[in-house]
């Protein structure tokens, strides 16, 4: 099953929401692909530039002693 086959919608009451157990089915990785989208259109309502890669890289030195 392709993540994009079938889209779950639910009417819910706030007593009843955050008890969802649906989302359980998906692997991690479709997880993420289902909230992408929304992330890179929040992004865009910000008016930052979504081309750009978003990956942060740090770089760190590490010395041992003795060396």
């Known amino acids: 099953m392709d993540i994009e086959d079938e889209i779950?919608?639910?009417?819910?009451?706030?007593?009843?929401e955050g008890q969802e157990t649906d989302y359980l089915r998906y692997t991690p990785a479709q997880r993420f692909a289902l909230v992408w989208p929304l992330t890179i259109n929040v992004w865009a309502m910000k008016g930052d530039d979504v081309s750009e890669q978003r990956l942060q890289r740090d770089v760190d030195c590490v010395k041992r002693r003795g060396s």
Not at 8 to 16: I, M, S
């Open 8 to 16: 779950l919608v639910r009417k819910t009451t706030y007593a009843q």
